[in-house]
């Protein structure tokens, strides 16, 4: 059985790409922008240079902040989360929770389907609250998930992992359902052998 949504109907820009300690000059995210049945999502709207490497990609798609239907949150590090306030009106998204004004609302990440092509799955690791955005597209899954990757090298070893088994079962789950990965700060990658588990 695979986590992949039964959708094949969203598509996907990454919005910027991440960096991290020897592959930038400090630390950004990757943010990227999906769509689907009406649903226009923001992927870890995190820390960046300049707000404009958020805001002046999603204009090039003719999309204003207000436009933004939902943001997902990987987990609540502030190097992924530190521009979810651009965009107001969205709900926001997490590991156990769905944001809107001044509405909670209680629901487990795991198998919920913002589309029947957009689908969080719990995958801890790199912390205990993170989660990753499956997206059926026709080009296959693409999975955006946060820190369980920094880059397509990994690190192999997270420094930041509370539990490294824990981060090992949880790469190989997105690897199971993924086509192509979106890591936390860095460009996509195809999985191969060599990706660290």
């Keep these: 059985m695979t986590d992949a949504p039964l959708g094949r109907s969203a598509a996907f820009k990454v919005l910027t790409i991440g960096y991290v300690g020897s592959t930038g000059p400090g630390v950004a ?17 995190g820390m960046v240079a300049s707000r404009d490497d958020i805001l002046a990609p999603l204009a090039e798609l003719g999309l204003a902040p207000e436009d933004v239907t939902d943001v997902v949150l990987s987990h609540h590090h502030p190097d992924n989360t530190m521009n979810a306030g ?11 929770v769905e944001y809107l ?4 609302t209680n629901r ?7 589309t029947p092509s957009l689908r969080l799955i719990r995958t801890p690791g790199h912390s205990p609250e993170d989660i990753t955005l499956l997206a059926g597209t ?8 946060g820190d369980l990757w920094w880059h397509a090298n990994g690190p192999a ?4 992992a509370p539990d490294r088994a824990v981060l090992r079962a949880s790469r190989r789950r997105v690897l199971a359902a993924a086509d192509l990965i979106v890591p936390g ?10 990706t660290p588990v």
């Design 29 to 45: 995210a990757t943010v990227s922008y999906v769509s689907d049945a009406g649903r226009h999502v923001i992927f870890d709207p």
């Design 86 to 96: 651009l965009f107001g009106r969205a709900r926001v998204h997490d590991h156990k």
């Design 101 to 104: 004004d001044d509405k909670w």
């Design 108 to 114: 487990d990440a795991e198998g919920y389907e913002l």
């Design 138 to 145: 026709d080009e296959g899954v693409v999975a955006f998930a």
């Design 157 to 160: 070893d997270d420094p930041v």
């Design 185 to 194: 700060h860095g460009s996509p990658f195809i999985p191969t052998e060599a």
